[in-house]
């Protein structure tokens, strides 16, 4: 064992995100499930980890790691780091964690923390499937790219996963969370994909009622099927209450204050999601689109660019940076970006709406009764949710056919009905006495 890096003692543990590494036991987990990896890649994070979020220059890792090897020193170092980047999920394109500083050396980029509570209060560990574990991981990268076609690959990698280890209740938890975005994406109905997405979480919990994966999972479920708002935030409460560092649940959590109107307190929980993971083109949406619906549409289009930053193709942040924009006023701007919306998500419904809204409230009807019959002859290739055409029909303050749509999509359980009552677009019909009876149902 080589001696300890300075800067923590070598007893103590320390946590990054969803990882935790035990320098004393030489080991690493992630959700309470042991990571496999070997000597040099595990000397290389504890040195990162140690530095404090200091650059670690290469040849300080060549003179602490490899001091007798002077000819293949590069190679084993990047074999090592590369090895490193597979166990955490990580890209060295769009790092998470670690942060590669050509020719110098690398840099640890998330907050890391003591552990200090006694090993008596913790669960019993459960070995873990490598191979099923790096196929979950895989997972989780594909469903953060937000499309229809990565969708579908993080279904495929959560499935890999259950292969391997058909008892891992992070596979299923990730899998409920994938067909939870196939409705949101419009993929395909979501009565059609609810009792996927319920099975699913549902055995995430009895697999493990001790994973806060498993039981924000059911919340999505609970939120976006059931439109129960109650269990849904007890679902989350319990998550966050066994899994308090991880952002993703933080920003799950988030999203549903924002769908219930608590913007202050989704404000907060963005903020503290923010201390236990890098940005990233998804979380940027997520928080674009919570200040989008709490109104702070500046905010929301501030937020949108610096997701834009990370991936210039992001259609989700295109979308939300266009609705900010129409609401701003800014109307060339807003047609401007659903355009580009509309293009690099290869025509969802999602975005046909919201260019036809936004030409209506610019005054081109004919251009916004166009895109309309356009989103009527995608329905005939693909699934279109009626809660789309409420959003074209209320740009066009056609009242009762806006109703008459979101009537259907009630019918047919449309997630999008959980963000009813905030979304800006709908603000025409809000006196309307069947707008009312729709945020009660």
């Not at 004393?24 to 890649?41: A, C, D, I, S």
């Not at 279109?384 to 999509?409: E, F, K, T």
Request: hydrophobic share 45%.
């Amino acid at each position: 064992m080589s001696s300890p890096a300075p800067g923590f003692p070598v007893s103590r543990k320390l946590r990054f995100g969803t990882f935790e590494i035990d320098l004393e036991n030489r080991e690493l987990r992630n959700r309470g499930l042991r990571v496999k990896l070997q000597q040099k890649p595990f000397q290389v994070l504890e040195m990162l980890l140690c530095a404090r979020g200091q650059l670690v220059t290469r040849a300080d890792l060549a003179r602490h790691l490899w001091p007798e090897l002077h000819v293949a020193f590069d190679r084993s170092l990047n074999t090592a780091v590369n090895a490193l980047r597979l166990a955490l999920g990580d890209s060295p394109r769009t790092p998470r964690f670690i942060e590669t500083r050509p020719l110098l050396g690398y840099r640890f980029i998330v907050p890391v923390e003591e552990v200090t509570e006694p090993a008596s209060a913790r669960a019993p560990l459960r070995a873990v499937d490598p191979t099923a574990h790096q196929d979950y991981l895989r997972g989780l990268y594909f469903l953060n790219k937000l499309t229809e076609e990565d969708v579908h690959k993080s279904v495929a990698c959560f499935e890999a996963a259950l292969a391997q280890d058909p008892r891992s209740a992070l596979a299923f938890a990730g899998l409920a969370d994938a067909y939870g975005m196939f409705a949101v994406l419009n993929m395909a109905p979501a009565a059609e994909i609810y009792p996927r997405a319920q099975s699913a979480a549902r055995r995430a919990v009895a697999l493990d009622d001790k994973l806060g994966e498993a039981h924000a999972a059911m919340a999505g479920v609970s939120m976006l099927f059931d439109r129960d708002s109650a269990a849904a935030q007890a679902a989350y409460r319990t998550a966050l209450d066994l899994s308090p560092n991880s952002a993703p649940i933080r920003q799950a959590y988030a999203t549903y204050l924002a769908a219930i109107g608590k913007h202050v307190e989704c404000g907060d929980e963005f903020r503290r999601a923010q201390n236990h993971e890098p940005p990233s083109p998804a979380a940027g949406a997520r928080l674009a689109w919570s200040l989008y619906v709490a109104r702070d549409f500046q905010a929301a289009s501030e937020q949108c660019w610096q997701a834009l930053v990370l991936d210039p193709q992001f259609a989700a942040a295109q979308h939300i940076l266009g609705l900010a924009y129409e609401q701003l006023g800014m109307i060339e701007e807003a047609i401007v970006e659903l355009r580009n919306a509309r293009t690099c998500s290869r025509e969802r419904p999602a975005m046909l709406a919201a260019f036809a809204h936004a030409c209506a409230t610019a005054g081109e009807r004919t251009k916004a009764a166009e895109t309309l019959d356009e989103l009527r002859e995608l329905s005939a290739r693909r699934y279109v949710s009626p809660y789309w055409y409420a959003i074209a029909h209320a740009g066009l303050a056609d009242c009762p056919r806006a109703l008459d749509a979101l009537d259907q999509a009630s019918r047919e359980r449309d997630v999008w009905l959980a963000w009813l009552n905030v979304e800006p677009r709908f603000d025409c019909l809000r006196s309307q006495p069947r707008f009312q009876y729709l945020l009660r149902a």
